[in-house]
């Protein structure tokens, strides 16, 4: 998958900076702009159309979800996460309203800021690629972290994976024609290596996939994937 393109909206430099840092360390996206106020937002928008704004409430010339309902009007194609210091219920419902993907209050850990974008990526590539999905597809969609009473049955996730994710590893897996590195299946659904390899681990657990371990000229081991669905526990 294309990376996708990513606006920062944030006046606080060092916050700013710090999403950045987030960013840099993911694959599949592209930072293409910085704004500290809403007018420079506004600007960007019309001259840069991004994929998705990470999104301050607090701004210095006006209210961040101001700037939502402008990227709503205006931008129907551009996602929307916030990442603000307010929590009360109110901004928060307006969010909702808006359509926003995600809603993280400050202070943001690392690993959830990157989660919830690699969540992200997963749900617009769902989405673009035009297939007819059923209704516990579109419960993880909409609700990543929520299972349905089905899913719950089926399968108990230990703590750090989500069955939206390990839905797309499994995708991938199933069409592939022979095994392969974590790091070609995340290529594949846009998620980092170390992200699908902690899946990939859990699929093996599972029996769920089978691991090839090969040496390289330096001997290195490298570890190679294929699904067989056939020996699932």
Do not use: C
């Not at 702009?33 to 994929?51: F, I, M, T």
């Not at 990526?121 to 690629?129: C, D, G």
């Not at 691991?211 to 526990?233: L, S």
Request: hydrophobic share 35%.
């Amino acid at each position: 998958m294309d990376r996708m393109n990513v606006l920062i909206v944030e006046d606080n430099v060092e916050a700013s900076m710090i999403f950045q840092n987030y960013l840099n360390e993911m694959e599949g996206y592209r930072l293409i702009g910085v704004a500290e106020n809403g007018e420079q937002a506004k600007s960007l928008l019309q001259a840069l159309k991004p994929d998705v704004v990470l999104l301050d409430v607090y701004l210095p010339d006006t209210n961040g979800i101001d700037i939502l309902w402008f990227i709503r009007q205006n931008y129907r194609k551009t996602d929307v996460i916030l990442l603000t210091a307010a929590n009360d219920t109110e901004t928060v419902g307006e969010a909702m309203r808006g359509g926003v993907y995600s809603y993280l209050i400050k202070p943001i850990d690392g690993d959830r800021f990157q989660r919830v974008l690699q969540e992200y990526a997963i749900y617009k590539k769902e989405l673009q690629s035009g297939n007819e999905i059923g209704q516990q597809q579109v419960d993880a969609i909409f609700h990543p972290n929520i299972h349905t009473a089905e899913s719950v049955e089926q399968e108990v996730y230990p703590k750090g994976v989500d069955r939206l994710t390990l839905e797309s590893v499994r995708q991938a897996m199933k069409e592939q024609q022979n095994s392969e590195k974590a790091e070609e299946i995340a290529a594949k659904i846009g998620v980092s290596h170390s992200t699908v390899r902690r899946y990939l681990e859990y699929m093996v657990s599972r029996k769920e996939a089978e691991v090839e371990v090969t040496y390289g000229t330096v001997g290195r081991p490298v570890r190679k994937y294929k699904y067989r669905a056939e020996n699932a526990i």
